[in-house]
C-alpha cells in the first residue's frame, strides 16, 4: 500500500513569511497526527484529527499555526507568521481508528517536510 | 506529568555484542510503552509495543512498572540495527497524547 505523502520535502523561509505543509495519509485511515520534531528532540504533537474533526490541539500554537482536514483525508498545516524557533521537521502520520481516540493504533509516518526559518 | 526519559543520545556497540537502549518514563495512568526506530534516510516506524509482547528484528523490550522503564534489548548486535531510536509513551485507557523521548541514536561497530 502507498505510504504517507507530504511535500514538499524542503523549505526555506525567512521570519514573518507564510509556510503551508500538505499531508495525504494512508487510504482509509481516520485518524491523522502532525508533529514538529526539533533538531535533538523527538517529535511532539501538534494536532490530532478523527476524520475531519480535532481531537487535540493543546500543543498547537493557536497564534501562529492552524491545521484543517475537510473533507477527513489530506490536511495541511500553516504557520502564519514564521519564527526562528520553527525550524524543524514537521511529520505527519495516520493511522486506522480503534476504539475512542485510536490513539494506540500503529502510527505510520511520512518522510516529513524539513523548514528552515531564516 | 507524563514524562519519557532516554539518557543516552548516542550508544556505540560492536557488531555481536549485547544491546541495550534505556527508557524511564513518568506516569500515574496505565502507561502504553512504543519503541519507534528510524534508519538512515527512511521513515520514523513502530518497531514494537509493549502489550504485543513481541520480537521484532531480535528486539524485545519489557515493561517494568516497579523501575518505570522499558529497555529494548538484543543479545546480539548487527550493523543495519544502526539507527535512532525512539521511546513513546501513551495511555492505555483514556484519551491522552502521545509523548516521545528524545531519541538515542545506536551505532554499531564492525
Known amino acids: 500500500e502507498a505510504g504517507v505523502a507530504q511535500s514538499p520535502r524542503y523549505k526555506i523561509i525567512e521570519k514573518r513569511q507564510s509556510v503551508a505543509f500538505w499531508c495525504n495519509p494512508i487510504?482509509?485511515?481516520?485518524?491523522l497526527y502532525w508533529y514538529q520534531q526539533i533538531l535533538g528532540q523527538g517529535p511532539k504533537l501538534l494536532i490530532q484529527?478523527?476524520?475531519?474533526?480535532?481531537?487535540?490541539d493543546s500543543q498547537l500554537p493557536k497564534d501562529r499555526f492552524s491545521a484543517e482536514r475537510l473533507k477527513g483525508v489530506d490536511s495541511t498545516l500553516k504557520i502564519q507568521p514564521a519564527k526562528l524557533e520553527d525550524s524543524a521537521v514537521y511529520l505527519c502520520?495516520?493511522?486506522?481508528?480503534?476504539?475512542?481516540?485510536?490513539?494506540?493504533?500503529?502510527?505510520?509516518f511520512g518522510p516529513g517536510t524539513r523548514l528552515t526559518v531564516l | 506529568a507524563q514524562r519519557v526519559t532516554q539518557p543516552e543520545k548516542l550508544l556505540s556497540v560492536f557488531k555481536g555484542a549485547p544491546v541495550e537502549l534505556k527508557c524511564n518514563y513518568s506516569?500515574?495512568?496505565?502507561?502504553?510503552l512504543f519503541w519507534y526506530v528510524q534508519y538512515s534516510r527512511q521513515r520514523l516506524q513502530l518497531l514494537l509495543r509493549?502489550?504485543s509482547r513481541e520480537s521484532i528484528k531480535g528486539f524485545t523490550a519489557d515493561l517494568n512498572k516497579g523501575e518505570t522503564s522499558f529497555h529494548l534489548k538484543k543479545p546480539f548486535a548487527q550493523e543495519e540495527d544502526s539507527a535512532m531510536y525512539y521511546c513513546?509513551?501513551?495511555?492505555?485507557?483514556?484519551?491522552?497524547?502521545?509523548?516521545f523521548g528524545k531519541g538515542t541514536r545506536l551505532h554499531i561497530l564492525p
Open positions: 484529527f478523527q476524520n475531519n474533526g480535532v481531537v487535540d
Open positions: 487510504s482509509g485511515h481516520a485518524t
Open positions: 506516569y500515574s495512568g496505565s502507561p502504553e
Open positions: 502520520a495516520s493511522s486506522l481508528q480503534a476504539g475512542t481516540s485510536g490513539r494506540w493504533d500503529t502510527q505510520y
Open positions: 513513546a509513551l501513551t495511555d492505555m485507557n483514556r484519551d491522552d497524547k502521545i509523548i
Open positions: 509493549h502489550i
